[in-house]
């Protein structure tokens, strides 16, 4: 279990809708934090291209 904290409530939810567009399931954990569940038997390459796309929609958000 990841969590990753934003500066708001609206950053946090924009990350989630980005990544969820890009194939990407995440989810906001209380008011300002996304929370990465992966399963326990993630391979590295599936590790790599998440945090991959993660990065894109925490770009994509950053970039508005």
């Known amino acids: 279990l990841v969590g990753i904290q ?6 946090a939810l924009a990350v989630e809708h ?3 567009q890009r194939g990407l399931m995440v989810l906001t954990a209380g ?4 929370r990465m569940s992966p399963p326990l038997v993630i391979t590295e390459q599936e ?4 945090c991959r796309v993660f990065a894109e929609a925490v770009a994509a958000v950053a970039g508005r």
């Open 31 to 34: 008011d300002d934090v996304i």
């Open 47 to 50: 590790v790599a291209t998440g």
């Open 18 to 20: 980005a990544a969820f």
């Open 6 to 11: 934003f500066d708001s409530g609206a950053t």
